[in-house]
C-alpha cells in the first residue's frame, strides 16, 4: 500500500537502481512491476531497465547488443552486465584437462586426444577482440591448439564424449573426423540467431597458422592466408570478430597478421581446442593499433 502512493516515475527511478536480477525478481512480486499498465508500452521492471541500459551503455557497448525481436529491456541489461565481465571458460569436455586453478584458464596435460573449452560470453554484434595467451611445457613441443569462434551451442546436450566424440573433442573438424551423428546434432541446435552465415566453426591453428572452419555439413575448409605465421612457443594470439564486416582477424604477439576469414555472422563465442600440454588463458581488450 505504501509503494502504492508512489508515482510510476519515480518508481521506475528507484528500480533503476536494481541490476537486471533484481529488475525480474521485481517484475515477479506483482502485477503493477511486471505487466505493462494501461497505455504503458513497457512494464515498470522493463522500462527501468531500457532507462539504465540508455544512460549507462557506450556507444561501443551499444553496438554490440543491438536488442533482438523476442528480447525483454531487461535481458538486454543482462547481456550488458555479462558484457562488462572477464572472459571466462564455462564449458570443458574431453579427458585431456587437469585440474583448472582459474576460471579464465585451461590447462591439457597430454597429447592423448583433443579437448575444447568454451567461454559462455555470448557475442551478437559489432567488434570484439580477445586475446589467447598460450604457455607450452616446452617450446618444442608441437603446438596442437586451435583458437577461434563456435555457434552457441553444447557441445553434449544429446552427444556422448565417448561413443560420439570417440573421447577427443574438437568442433571445428567436424565432420571430418567424428560420426554424423555429432554433425547432425550440432546443426540441430540452430536458431534464428545464427544468421545465414554458413561458418559455425572457425579457428587459427597454432602448429601451422592455417584457418580452419566448417558448417558441420558439407562445407569446410583447411587454407593458407595471407600474412600467415604459426605461434611455434608460447606467446598471445589476438582474435578481433568484427561481427559488422563479418570477418576474423588474427594478431600475433601485439601485431596484426591481417584478415584471415570472412563471411561471419549471427552469435558466436571464444572457445580453444588442444592436444598438447599447455595452459591457454583468455582475456578481453582492444585490438592493437
Known amino acids: 500500500m505504501t509503494l502504492d502512493v508512489l508515482g510510476s516515475d519515480l518508481l521506475v527511478r528507484c528500480a533503476s537502481y536494481l541490476d537486471a536480477d533484481g529488475l525480474a525478481q521485481l517484475g515477479r512480486t506483482s502485477a503493477r512491476f511486471g505487466i505493462p499498465r494501461f497505455g504503458q508500452e513497457r512494464s515498470l521492471a522493463n522500462e527501468a531497465a531500457r532507462q539504465r541500459f540508455r544512460e549507462s551503455a557506450t556507444d561501443e557497448e551499444g553496438s554490440r547488443l543491438s536488442k533482438y525481436d523476442d528480447e525483454s529491456d531487461v535481458g538486454l541489461l543482462r547481456a550488458l552486465e555479462q558484457l562488462r565481465q572477464p572472459l571466462c571458460f564455462d564449458e570443458f569436455v574431453g579427458y585431456g584437462f ?6 579464465a584458464s585451461v590447462t591439457c596435460a597430454t597429447y592423448e586426444g583433443w579437448s575444447t573449452a568454451v567461454s559462455g560470453h555470448v557475442m551478437r554484434g559489432g567488434r570484439h577482440f580477445v586475446g589467447f595467451e598460450v604457455k607450452k611445457e616446452r617450446d618444442e613441443l608441437l603446438p596442437y591448439i586451435n ?81 600467415q605465421e604459426r605461434l611455434s612457443g608460447s606467446g598471445t594470439v589476438g582474435l578481433l570478430l568484427d561481427l559488422d564486416e563479418g570477418t576474423l582477424s588474427v594478431f600475433k604477439n601485439g601485431r596484426r597478421l591481417g584478415t584471415m576469414k570472412d563471411g561471419l555472422g549471427g552469435e558466436y563465442c571464444w572457445f580453444v581446442a588442444v592436444a598438447s600440454p599447455c595452459t591457454t588463458s583468455i582475456s578481453r581488450g582492444r585490438a592493437p593499433n
Open 98 to 103: 587437469s585440474h583448472q586453478k582459474h576460471p
Open 147 to 227: 583458437l577461434g569462434v563456435i555457434r552457441t551451442v553444447s557441445l553434449t546436450d544429446g552427444i556422448d564424449v565417448k561413443a560420439d566424440w570417440r573421447g577427443e573433442v574438437n568442433p571445428v573438424i567436424v565432420p571430418s573426423r567424428y560420426t554424423l551423428a555429432v554433425a547432425e546434432k550440432l546443426r540441430s541446435q540452430r536458431t534464428s540467431k545464427w544468421g545465414e552465415s554458413s561458418v559455425h566453426c572457425c579457428s587459427y591453428y597454432c602448429d601451422s597458422g592455417r584457418c580452419l572452419w566448417t558448417d558441420w555439413d558439407n562445407e569446410k575448409g583447411s587454407f593458407d592466408w595471407r600474412g
